[in-house]
């Protein structure tokens, strides 16, 4: 298994012989304003370039999008990313609006499982933000709220859960429960809205998973890109010092992790 970090979400996932290109948001630094509604508005996003050029991110066998905000699917992806690229998305909705853009190879994923060329990848909940607060504010701003996360499972290989956009919640606990993953990517710079409230990880996240799994080795994605970060990757190599957590990776954009 490798693990290439690109930017933000978007990350290249290569299990079992098979390459997941995974929420691809490949605008140019600087290309669209912060949220409104978060933190840090008045910056500019994505906050960096990407590490490779658009055609060799989207040189992969299939693309999962874990839902449709801004930050993890754009007009870059959408032009750069085939036809009839196989695309798993979370529900008909997200189905419906890349049939309407002309993609043509879609399948949504459940938590019952399907099988891609020998991966069985199975969906998971996530809480992208406290529900009872966060989805409220979403419908205000006519912005989707759901988002999911992907266990990977295969003979050859270790499983891997990407915890998606989310923070640390019962669906998470639910998942790490079920599936016993051996690696676990989360999405951790804590992006925050303006009344405070965090819609992904932060280190008091890992440090739940941490106690509920201790083995697991622990990624961190969706680092240091977009405007409404609180947590950058150097508050995460010092928690990590400070807690003595070795298995905590922190990968760089463009680097491989393998495994």
């Not at 933000?8 to 600087?30: C, H, M, Q, R, S």
């Not at 819609?199 to 998973?209: G, K, L, R, V």
């Not at 890109?225 to 609180?230: D, E, G, I, N, R």
């Amino acid at each position: 298994m490798k693990i290439t970090q690109v930017r933000n979400a978007t990350i290249i996932v290569e299990y079992a012989g098979v390459k997941f290109l995974i929420d691809p948001w490949l605008a140019p630094k600087d290309y669209m304003p912060g949220f409104d509604s978060a933190i840090n508005s008045e910056v500019r996003q994505p906050r960096v370039d990407l590490p490779f050029e658009i055609n060799k991110i989207v040189d992969v066998d299939c693309v999962i999008l874990t839902h449709f905000h801004p930050d993890h699917w754009d007009e870059f992806a959408e032009k750069a990313i085939k036809k009839d690229m196989k695309i798993f998305v979370q529900s008909e909705d997200d189905k419906n609006y890349l049939c309407s853009k002309g993609f043509n190879n879609l399948e949504i994923l459940s938590v019952k499982g399907l099988e891609y060329k020998g991966v069985m990848l199975y969906k998971t909940g996530c809480q992208h933000g406290k529900r009872s607060i966060v989805e409220p504010l979403c419908k205000q701003i006519n912005m989707p709220y759901d988002s999911m996360g992907v266990v990977f499972k295969a003979n050859s290989e270790k499983t891997l859960y990407l915890a998606g956009d989310t923070i640390y919640c019962e669906e998470v606990r639910e998942a790490i429960s079920k599936y016993r993953p051996e690696i676990i990517i989360v999405n951790a710079c804590g992006a925050t809205l303006l009344n405070g409230e965090r819609i992904i990880m932060t280190q008091a996240d890992i440090s739940d998973i941490v106690k509920q799994i201790p083995d697991a080795k622990i990624v961190a994605s969706h680092m240091d890109t977009v405007s409404h970060l609180s947590v950058t990757r150097g508050d995460l190599r010092e928690f990590a010092k400070e807690n003595n957590l070795e298995n905590l990776l922190i990968p760089e954009d463009g680097e491989t992790l393998e495994f």
